[in-house]
């Protein structure tokens, strides 16, 4: 709007006098620099208050980890040397770390078998031909957009038959099965993005599947298979519902711990649950941070279909 | 295509048996298995199997004020989380949408809150409002403020489930309308300034038509997904006080894990998705046409 006006002024300038010498042109081009330069102010304010009210809630959160454990409940106060006793005992396994391996031992066996499983039917859909190829590939993309709920019940009844329950064994089945079809889809895109021409070819030399995949997909579809692997891990690690239904004590996972860490409001462990909380969110923050224009495209892309 | 590589049978056998076959043993069964489940009674803790009911379940949902007293925090859950997300990511999007020092950290620390673990979000805000730790109380005690319990009286209660929502999932809503922001022809802008609309002129009449579509998108998404909360009510209220925070997810979980009711607890998840899948039906048909348009960019830029 101002840039419009002065635009305006300045055709004027070419019959009239020259804005800039009277009084009134000159009161006006100082308000506009005012305006201006409050206008990146407001921008700066609205910036700062955004990244503080998403920053400090973590911050804080990392403060208490750090707090001793005698000042716990000491009002929120800054002032105190940090202790790092619990991350101490966050990485012997048989305490803190506990909760943490398991979901990191599950989390990543999960992604590992959903990226193995997953990529392979890509690879099937993508180059090989078979009757109602669009209806089943349609079908396992829906097992991904109706909630964990939905099946929530009858997978534990499979893995309580199976006695299997509070393994490490059943959460790397049920975190596979719901990656697979969010790798099949990430998979299958970017080997679409491979052009037909350097695999015909590669096929007119004498590639059987198998070479093809190795020498010609492998190599070409990299940025898929990262983005497909980072985000079924972050999936499996912050999953929630099925590992507290499946797992109760020995290969519970971190998440399931921090809600037994405050299960009760008066006696909230806060250092346990600060600390593993600390180690549950550290991974995907630098993930985040490190991968981002790989991780946005891919979760948007997630969570319209999830 | 025709037939790019010999032996196909076996090739087929190999890439694609295994990954099909244990989706569908492990997510498609279920969700069938689930469906047939709710039309039986089956007490994990009394019956040795399910017994056929028939409809009787769903009869029962009907009668269930518990259920229906869940469905409405719900959709009040839902309806204030997502304005307040709608709001707030509109707000931040026109922030960042312009040249600034610094764009890509900022833009990496803004979406932060959107990848970390749901239960980690709900603990960081279970500390933050917590009388014993929190250092929100103690600042609204510090300016004589009231005193307030926010996990034990019912309407605080809700209102923390929604401020960490909003915390959590405003970035969702600033990233894509920010993506949408990016779109909007500058031509159109321009031509407008130059007609002498004013700033907030150009905003209503130009800029906001071009991203409708994708705040609807935004706003179905992020509605679809409040409706199946469940991870911070555990966290932060359990629920409580009494049954006031208790969302359908929760009562679900409650109804089949905690009262081993199975059967039940099937009929309500059947009869929920069916409810979801309606809402979004009638929402993406009260939608005008170039809503579809942008959903399909989106997947489209996505996948």
């Known amino acids: 709007m101002r840039v419009s006006r002065h635009s305006s002024d300045g055709l004027g300038q070419k019959s009239l006098a020259p804005p800039a010498q009277t009084p009134k042109g000159w009161v006006s081009s100082a308000f506009r620099i005012l305006r201006r330069r409050s206008a990146s102010i407001g921008i700066a304010v609205g910036l700062t208050m955004f990244l503080s009210w998403t920053v400090l809630p973590i911050v804080y959160l990392g403060v208490l980890s750090v707090k001793p454990e005698r000042l716990l409940l000491d009002r929120p106060s800054l002032n105190f040397r940090p202790s790092l006793e619990r991350y101490g005992q966050l990485l012997q396994w048989d305490k803190l770390g506990a909760p943490v391996k398991n979901s990191l031992i599950s989390a990543s066996l999960g992604t590992a078998g959903a ?112 983005t497909a692997a980072i985000l079924s891990f972050i999936f499996c690690w912050n999953d ?20 037994a860490y405050t299960e009760t409001y008066r006696n909230v462990l806060w250092g346990p649950l600060s600390t593993v909380s600390i180690a549950m969110v550290a991974p995907t923050i630098v993930f985040m941070l490190a991968l981002r224009t790989y991780l946005v495209k891919g979760l948007t892309a997630g969570m319209l279909k999830g | 295509m025709g037939k790019l590589f010999g032996r196909q049978q076996l090739f087929l056998g190999v890439f694609l048996v295994p990954g099909v076959a244990y989706v569908l ?29 028939g409809i009787r379940n769903y009869l029962q949902l009907v009668r269930d004020d518990n259920l229906l007293a869940s469905l409405g925090v719900t959709l009040k859950f839902s309806v204030l989380a997502t304005f307040v997300e709608l709001v707030l990511g509109l707000g931040t999007a026109i922030l960042l949408d312009r040249d600034l020092p610094l764009r890509n950290l900022i833009m990496g620390l803004c979406l932060v809150p959107m990848v970390l673990a749901p239960v980690a979000v709900a603990t960081i805000w ?177 996948g």
């Open chain 2, 25 to 53: 043993v492990w997510r498609l069964l279920p969700a069938l298995y689930t469906v047939y489940l709710s039309f039986m009674s089956y007490n994990l803790a009394f019956d040795p199997g399910p017994t056929w009911v």
């Open chain 1, 240 to 259: 929630f519902l099925l590992p507290l239904v499946i797992t109760s004590s020995a290969a519970r996972t971190g998440t399931v711990a921090i809600m």
């Open chain 2, 126 to 302: 279970y500390v933050l409002l917590h009388d014993f730790v929190g250092p929100i109380p103690h600042l609204i005690r510090l300016i004589h403020g009231p005193e307030i319990a926010w996990f034990t009286t019912s309407w605080t209660a809700l209102l923390s489930i929604i401020v960490a929502d909003v915390w959590e999932w405003t970035p969702l809503m600033t990233l894509l309308l920010l993506a949408a922001l990016q779109g909007v022809s500058r031509e159109t802008v321009e031509a407008a300034m130059v007609d002498g609309a004013s700033g907030l002129q150009v905003f209503r009449f130009v800029t906001l038509p071009q991203i409708t579509g994708m705040i609807a998108v935004a706003v179905g998404l992020r509605f679809m997904d409040a409706f199946l909360e469940l991870d911070k009510v555990l966290i932060m209220t359990g629920g409580g006080p009494g049954t006031s925070t208790e969302l359908v997810s929760v009562h679900i979980y409650r109804t089949a894990f905690q009262f081993f009711t199975l059967g039940y607890a099937a009929t309500i998840v059947i009869a929920f998705l069916v409810l979801l899948a309606v809402i979004y039906r009638f929402y993406l048909r009260a939608l005008p046409g170039y809503a579809f348009s942008a959903s399909e960019r989106m997947s489209g830029a996505g």
């Open chain 1, 115 to 226: 990226v193995l499983l997953g990529s392979m039917a890509a690879i099937a859909f993508t180059l090989l031909d078979f009757r109602a190829k669009g209806p089943l590939f349609f079908t396992i993309v829906l097992t991904r957009m109706y909630p964990p709920m939905t099946t929530v019940i009858p997978v534990y009844l499979m893995l309580r038959r199976l006695e299997l329950l509070d393994t490490l064994t059943a959460l790397v089945i049920v975190f596979a099965a719901l990656q697979i079809p969010l790798v099949l889809w990430v998979m299958h895109t970017a080997l679409n993005a491979i052009p037909r021409d350097i695999i015909e070819s590669a096929v007119l030399d004498g590639a059987s599947l198998p070479v093809v995949v190795r020498k010609v997909l492998l190599p070409l579809s990299g940025p898929g298979l990262v």
